[in-house]
């Protein structure tokens, strides 16, 4: 087309594209969409034409006929994946050490694709001797480079898209001790409000940072929480106010169940009134604003009171209650002899 035919405005230009669409058959690919807005534009208008677009975030406001959010592989997709790069020959010499190395990359596409690429360029190594190298977190993820292709760098692009908000939560969740966490965890590292806690969640969980199983369970995916944990900048005081933040939420969940469900277990010495109470970063401090039942403290603290009236009812009964109280007692007193050697008191 000739240049001076091309209008200068975008709704202009993206009339004229749609009219140049209308009577043929077209197959568009969008790659790696930073935004509906950066798409919208390019979308035909004729049925004739297909709209293939991808993107690193849910592009929930997107009007689209399908969406499909890619998970990682199946175990045998993984397996033929590898294969196909590095032979039939190697991979069942040793089909353990081969699992290992599926398991190890998380049975993600891009890393299992730069494992088998490293492993095809060193014929002398057998499988065991890259499973052997990604054990170590500490390397795995200098270990899955090859070339210009890594799988740090593409973690690298989506962590710079993020905002700095965003960038903070994400980097705490990395020094989160477990696999799984909900928002009132996260809320605790953050040292934030719930709702903001939530709200951050989402929009990691759009940008496929974070993963949500169930509703209000969420995960990072081993290669991501290693990258956010070895790769992302936080620094020590940070992170030790942090990991204490999520141990007082934790001693106050294990100090309310033992409450509530072991009336005569002497953990403390008036367990009732400091749990109802719960630990001082729960309580309202002098000048705060009034906090209603189950909302968040304005210290980011999450005040779980609106849940007890749930809890006891749930709690009280059956084989789980019991399994519950053990385990509180168990988390009460590890967490207690973990806390005892902070520079601040939690109650």
């Known amino acids: 087309m000739p240049p001076d035919r091309i209008p200068v405005g975008l709704d202009e230009r993206s009339a004229l594209w749609r009219a140049e669409l209308a009577n043929r058959r077209v197959l568009l690919l969008l790659d790696n969409a930073a935004s509906t807005g950066q798409v919208r534009p390019l979308l ?13 975030r849910q592009l929930a406001d997107l009007e689209t006929t399908g969406t499909l959010s890619l998970d990682v ?22 089909p353990e050490s081969t699992s290992d190395v ?50 740090t760098a593409a973690l690298a692009l989506s962590y710079q898209r993020l905002t700095e908000p965003q960038q903070r939560l994400f980097s705490l969740l990395g020094q989160h ?22 709200r ?3 929009e990691l969980v759009d940008m496929h940072l974070v993963k949500e199983r169930e509703p209000g369970r969420y995960r990072l995916h081993d290669l991501v929480r290693q990258y956010a944990r070895t790769k992302t900048s936080v620094p020590e005081p940070i992170r030790h ?3 204490g933040r999520l141990l007082d939420h934790y001693l106050y969940l294990a100090r309310l169940t033992d409450a509530y469900l072991g009336p005569d277990n002497p953990i403390c ?28 403290q304005p210290d980011g603290r999450d005040r779980l009171r609106g849940d007890e009236r749930m809890a006891r009812p749930r709690l009280a009964t059956g084989q789980r209650a019991r399994m519950v109280h053990r385990a509180a007692r168990r988390l009460h007193a590890g967490l207690d002899h973990q806390v005892a050697g902070r520079r601040r008191p939690c109650y």
């Open 44 to 56: 035909p208008g004729s049925p004739t034409c297909l709209a293939l677009i991808t993107s690193r």
């Open 241 to 243: 106010d942090a990991i």
């Open 269 to 296: 010495a008036d367990r009732t009134r400091t749990a109802r109470r719960g630990p001082r970063y729960h309580r309202r401090a002098p000048g705060d604003p009034v906090v209603r039942k189950g909302t968040a």
């Open 102 to 151: 599926l398991r190890l990359c998380g049975y993600l596409p891009l890393a299992i694709r730069i494992a088998a690429a490293r492993l095809r360029s060193r014929p002398a190594w057998p499988v065991r001797a890259l499973a052997d190298r990604l054990r170590d977190e500490t390397r795995r993820h200098d270990e899955l480079t090859v070339g210009d292709r890594s799988v």
């Open 73 to 94: 592989l199946p175990e045998a997709d993984a397996l033929s994946l590898f294969t196909s790069v590095v032979g039939a020959d190697r991979v069942w010499i040793d």
């Open 177 to 198: 001790p477990g696999t799984t966490f909900d928002s009132y965890q996260a809320a605790a590292l953050g040292g934030i409000p719930l709702f903001e806690a939530e």
């Open 200 to 202: 951050l969640l989402t």
